[in-house]
């Protein structure tokens, strides 16, 4: 797969979606934060809502919401953050895209990169590298 090194934009993004979990972490309640940066530049931060199963917002998703919300929902790129184990004590980590994250992009900005963790650092890939193929 190819991808690209992060850059400073990039980190930014990082930077916000861990002082948005950090402001409003609740174990077991909301544990996973993103930042998306729209190709106007703007960016806008969610955090995720579990409501116990088919009720639950994804941090991407609350994300999205508030970028259409602003009538700015070409996203460029996405990030998401998580502390490790849900617990605050320890580090936060960016964690990629789960699944259900990256069918809910697929249908609302396919072309948008998804920063993610490989060998202890951050590279990012096109979302089309992140999926099987679609038919």
Same mark, same amino acid.
């Given at each position: 797969?190819?991808?690209?090194? *992060? ?6 993004? !990082? ?10 972490? !609740?174990? @077991?309640?909301?544990? +996973? ?5 729209? $190709?106007?530049?703007?960016?806008? $931060? @969610?955090?995720? %809502? ?6 639950? *917002? ?16 070409? !996203?460029? $790129?996405? *990030?998401? !953050? ?8 320890? =580090? ?5 895209? +789960?699944?259900? +994250?990256?069918?809910?992009?697929? $249908?609302?900005? =396919?072309? *948008?990169?998804?920063?993610? =963790? ?8 096109? %979302? ?8």
């Amino acid at each position: 797969m190819e991808t690209e090194p *992060v850059t400073d934009d990039d980190r930014e993004l !990082v930077r916000l979606a861990e002082e948005l979990l950090a402001k409003c972490h !609740v174990p @077991g309640r909301h544990r +996973c934060s993103s930042a998306l940066r729209t $190709t106007s530049g703007e960016v806008y $931060t @969610g955090i995720n %809502l579990i409501a116990g199963g088919r009720a639950d *917002v994804h941090s991407e998703q609350a994300a999205y919401a508030n970028a259409v919300a602003a009538g700015d929902d070409d !996203v460029a $790129t996405s *990030v998401a !953050v998580m502390y490790e184990d849900d617990d605050a004590s320890k =580090p936060m980590q960016v964690e990629p895209a +789960c699944g259900v +994250c990256r069918e809910f992009f697929y $249908t609302f900005a =396919p072309e *948008v990169d998804i920063i993610f =963790p490989r060998d202890n650092e951050l590279e990012k890939a096109p %979302l089309s590298a992140l999926l099987p193929v679609k038919q």
